[in-house]
């Protein structure tokens, strides 16, 4: 599954990475790097708690990248 992510600097140096469509998953860490495997996992924890209480996925996300001559 693919979830978008935004992930920001904050004013003590930290990277605050957030999934805007499940609300409350946000993590943090000392690196971009850091900052993306923590919300990957926060994701994952996420999602089993949805399943387990029978609440329903928000479904995975498909994009794609285009090119515009100027």
Same mark, same amino acid.
């Given at each position: *599954? ?11 140096? *930290?990277?605050?990475?957030?999934c805007? &469509? ?9 690196t ?16 089993? #708690? ?5 609440? #329903? %996925? ?7 990248? &285009?090119? %515009?001559?100027?």
């Amino acid at each position: *599954m693919r979830y978008r992510i935004v992930i920001e600097q904050d004013e003590d140096g *930290m990277y605050i990475a957030e999934c805007p &469509v499940l609300p409350g998953c946000i993590s943090q860490g000392k690196t971009r790097k850091e900052a993306i495997e923590n919300i990957q996992d926060a994701i994952s924890g996420y999602i089993e #708690s949805l399943k387990k209480h029978n609440e #329903s %996925i928000p479904p995975s996300i498909f994009e794609e990248i &285009v090119e %515009i001559a100027e």
